[in-house]
Nanobody, 125 residues
Framework: VQLQASGGGSVQAGDSLRVSCAAS????????MGWFRQAPGKEREFVCG?????????WCADSVKGRFTLSRDTALNTMYLQMNNLKPEDTAVYFC??????????????????WGQGTQVTVSS
């Protein structure tokens, strides 16, 4: 599978953005699909994801719960991360990823084999 991320940009605090990740083949139900982000000088961290066996259930990091929503269009093999009430600390490069690791390790970046190219999200105060 190949992944193409898009939709980043520069916004003000409190604004919204939606980033997209298009897969080259059927991905949902086959792969764990996740969004990660990496800020300068920090480690890559899990944002939200679908497990390969979890159906439509989504999992998100506590830092984004209530602000970020994960959704998907199965027919388009695309998942979306809607980010509302953005904060300066959300500034990072956002990556989507696909992996075949255990569903219990959905949040661990080391279990993902395929990564999209990343899209920059910058939030200014």
């Amino acid at each position: 599978v190949q992944l193409q991320a898009s939709g980043g940009g520069s916004v003000q605090a409190g604004d919204s953005l939606r980033v997209s990740c298009a897969a080259s083949e059927r991905a949902f139900g086959r792969y764990n699909m996740g969004w990660f982000r990496q800020a300068p000088g920090k480690e890559r961290e899990f944002v939200c994801g679908y497990s390969k066996s979890g159906g439509l259930n989504t999992w998100c990091a506590d830092s984004v719960k209530g602000r970020f929503t994960l959704s998907r269009d199965t027919a388009l093999n695309t998942m979306y991360l809607q980010m509302n009430n953005l904060k300066p600390e959300d500034t990072a490069v956002y990556f989507c990823a696909a992996g075949l690791g255990p569903t219990g390790l959905l949040r661990q970046s080391s279990t993902y084999k395929t990564w999209g190219q990343g899209t920059q999200v910058t939030v200014s105060s």
